[in-house]
């Protein structure tokens, strides 16, 4: 239920591991470093919402949100694979 940019999904979870987030580097001298995959990651990467899914199908989410899904996992909740 939360679009965000790809970068505080980074940053919450290193903060739930209690890690300090990587250091950003500017995309132009990531080039060459990092593998495409990962360049296409942040260079191509759109924000989605969740909406259609639960008005069209009535899907109710278990997490909602990646915080939600994050604080889960760190947590240790198995579902729905329990």
Known sequence: DEAVPPHEVIEYACKLAGVPPPAAIPLSDAAGQ?????????TESKRVSNDRIKQE???????????????????GDQRPFD
């Open 34 to 42: 990092v593998s495409d995959a990962r360049m296409s990651f942040y």
């Open 57 to 75: 199908l009535g899907v109710k989410l278990l997490f909602p949100t990646y915080r939600e899904g994050l604080d889960a996992l760190f947590a």
